[in-house]
């Protein structure tokens, strides 16, 4: 209705509002009659609005909870499974381990009784061995020491037989390699072992509910069975039980209290619709909420308010809106956003000349041509507005953006493009502003240029030159601030870039270090840094001069762009240092990139003019959090790598320890007391390794 009063011409007289509210009575009556009428015998009598309203919102409710509990049990029974699968892995390798080192003390105990034979002296039990045998070639026994040895028993080194002891068998050869004997260690398999085996892995060495078998194998000689008992799942899923109980209970409460609720306004509005119908505009719905319901009711009522007051309306609308042009600059002015800009500017000039449908189009530098950014209402029989593109110069539109003449008439007295749409008339406006008197240094956009476009007025009357005027001034002022919006968006970008190479700038290194480091910590994922020097950087700028090597620093970090992930976001940390942040990154994924970075700078020689220049660079890699807990532990790590790569020769890539390195000097770093500013400020010195402080937007270093 909003719309429609203010689209309405002001020579809309009062007969057409006694129209509006007969049509209005009209169907609102047939809506209640039809409400009215009885069921036809054996017709199934509709379930009310509050029943289906409770059983819907039971059935939303209690379904998911239904589903989440039996999800969360079976994931919980999965889970305690799966972790008792992983202590029974962890059990296999500890007592494998234990196996494999009672099978050591055991060869030790063997060989040290084959050397005290060799010297005609009686061997004694060793540590970890029960029963020692020497034996001569012939299977002789010569010496012993403990029990008697078991007859079968299994070896340590695989083979064997029986699982009631294992041990070792060392044979004892003279100096020419003939065979003189044998020296054997054995340990039973008693509940001592067992107990001690358990004990290294944490679980128990025999049947249970959860099993593994071990089979023998080297430094393994026995077949064991370990096994574990997943935790209890009891307590879980009687809470299970308990909060989908509560959740059905709160669910009933609440199903009822919502339909009672939602109903019950209905009524009252379905009551003052009757009124209205029975021609009584002073109707009112008595109970409005905050809801959606209560929003019904409200409308309801404005809307009769409206019709009271409708040919009022239309005489004041045009007024009122001129009133706001003023209001309205002020707030096209005030915003950074361009789709706010475009909308509001055209809703605003389409309600303050009733047009149907309109367009706003802008130069896009990069195509050369006309783009519609904004569009409202459509014409019959023509294309989609928000799809027109077009060439400057070409059509009424292309003209008008090109000469900045605004124009208005009937369309066919135009030429216009095969793009454009066929309306019966128009009235269309350019959008544009001046230079800028003082332009932004390396600004990389320009004013904002094109046209503003509105299509057949409702009524009989067509475009006008109050029309006209209202829309130039619309357009001026959206001009301002589209150019406002360039020029808050190219200063942006200048205080984050480093105006030299194209990089983002040490402030910008500042703010993704952080918000990444605060990503990688919430995610529980790794984050790796590179920092890189130029070697010799110096001698560069002191054999070729500075000019040659701002173009080393600019092919550096073209290089840099040309080897990184588009995740990675690369800086200009100052002078002849860069860094690179790589996002979701282990320190053997941050030591390859460093690797073929090295290799991509060292591989081809930089051309400066007439030079062609060889160019390495010394990097270090640190990760978060193997190499500290914040951005600026972290980036130190990588700093302390760098220069252990320096120190190693430089034309190298080292990777962070935990620990600084003993006696690694870290070369002075500038003082980065105002870090804030950007780099090219002038106000903030850039400085480099080799050479200190220097001038703002000139590259030297060493």
């Not at 051309?607 to 193997?626: D, F, K, L, Q, W």
Request: aromatic share 4%; proline share 6%; with cysteine.
């Amino acid at each position: 209705m909003a719309d429609l009063v203010g689209a309405t011409p002001d020579g809309l007289k009062s007969d057409t509002t006694f129209l509006t509210v007969r049509l209005l009575n009209i169907t609102l009556c047939d809506s209640i009659e039809r409400g009215r009428q009885p069921h036809a015998p054996g017709e199934e009598r509709t379930v009310t609005l509050r029943a289906r309203l409770t059983v819907t919102f039971l059935g939303v409710v209690l379904g998911p909870v239904l589903l989440a509990a039996v999800f969360v049990g079976i994931t919980a029974t999965e889970l305690a499974r799966d972790r008792a699968d992983d202590r029974l892995a962890a059990a296999a390798s500890a007592v494998r381990a234990e196996l494999a080192a009672r099978c050591d003390r055991l060869q030790s105990a063997a060989t040290t009784a084959a050397l005290l034979a060799a010297e005609g002296r009686t061997p004694v039990v060793a540590s970890g061995a029960t029963s020692v045998v020497v034996a001569d070639a012939y299977g002789g026994v010569t010496a012993s020491a403990g029990p008697p040895a078991p007859t079968t028993w299994a070896d340590c080194a695989g083979g064997g037989t029986g699982d009631g002891a294992f041990g070792v068998r060392v044979e004892r050869r003279d100096r020419d390699g003939a065979l003189l004997g044998y020296a054997q260690a054995t340990a039973p398999v008693d509940g001592a072992l067992l107990q001690a085996l358990a004990a290294a892995g944490g679980v128990t060495v025999g049947p249970g509910e959860i099993e593994r078998r071990l089979e023998p194998g080297e430094g393994q000689p026995l077949t064991l069975v370990i096994s574990t008992t997943p935790a209890p799942l009891d307590r879980l899923y009687g809470l299970l039980g308990l909060v989908v109980a509560v959740a059905a209970l709160v669910a009933l409460a609440a199903g009822w209290w919502l339909a009672r609720s939602t109903t019950r306004p209905l009524a009252d509005l379905a009551h003052a619709a009757e009124r209205v119908a029975a021609g009584d505009l002073n109707a009112r719905v008595l109970h409005v909420g905050p809801d959606e319901v209560g929003r019904l009711g409200a409308t309801f009522n404005r809307m009769t308010q409206e019709m009271r007051g409708y040919v009022r309306a239309l005489t004041a609308s045009r007024d009122q809106l001129r009133n706001h042009l003023a209001l309205l600059g002020d707030t096209l002015s005030g915003t950074h956003d361009l789709a706010r800009i475009l909308h509001v500017t055209l809703h605003t000039a389409r309600s303050a000349t009733g047009a149907q449908a309109g367009v706003v189009m802008l130069f896009d530098p990069t195509s050369g041509l006309l783009v519609a950014q904004c569009s409202v209402g459509a014409v019959p029989g023509s294309p989609s507005l928000a799809g027109i593109t077009l060439a400057p110069g070409v059509g009424m539109l292309g003209t008008v953006a090109e000469s900045g003449v605004p124009a208005h008439g009937r369309l066919a007295d135009f030429a216009v493009a095969p793009d454009e749409p066929r309306a019966t008339t128009f009235v269309a406006v350019p959008v544009a502003v001046p230079e800028p008197v003082t332009p932004l240094e390396d600004s990389a956009t320009e004013p904002a240029r094109g046209v503003l476009a509105l299509y057949d007025r409702v009524g009989p009357d067509g475009f006008d030159e109050t029309d006209v005027s209202t829309l130039t001034t619309f357009a001026a002022q959206a001009a301002i601030a589209l150019d406002n919006v360039r020029l808050h968006e190219e200063a942006q970008r200048l205080s984050l870039t480093d105006s030299l190479t194209g990089l983002f700038n040490y402030r910008y290194l500042r703010e993704s270090l952080r918000r990444e480091l605060e990503r990688a910590a919430r995610f529980g994922r790794t984050l790796a840094i590179v920092a890189l020097d130029l070697d010799h950087f110096k001698d560069v700028n002191d054999t070729y001069g500075h000019a040659a090597g701002d173009l080393v620093l600019v092919e550096i970090a073209r290089r840099i762009r040309s080897v990184t992930r588009e995740v990675d976001v690369a800086f200009r940390r100052g002078g002849e240092e860069f860094v690179v942040l790589l996002p979701e990154t282990d320190a053997a994924g941050g030591s390859a990139l460093a690797r073929r970075l090295a290799a991509e700078v060292r591989g081809t020689p930089v051309r400066a003019r007439e030079h062609m220049i060889n160019v390495t660079v010394s990097i270090g890699v640190a990760v978060y959090p193997e190499h500290g807990a914040t951005g600026s532990a972290v980036l130190e790590a990588a700093d302390i790598a760098l220069y252990a790569a320096k120190a190693a020769g430089r034309d190298a890539c080292r990777t962070a320890d935990a620990r600084r390195p003993p006696g690694l000097a870290i070369p002075a770093r500038r003082p980065e007391v105002a870090p804030a500013a950007p780099v090219g400020d002038p106000s903030v010195p850039v400085t480099g390794v080799s050479r200190g402080v220097q001038p703002a937007q000139r590259v030297l270093g060493g």
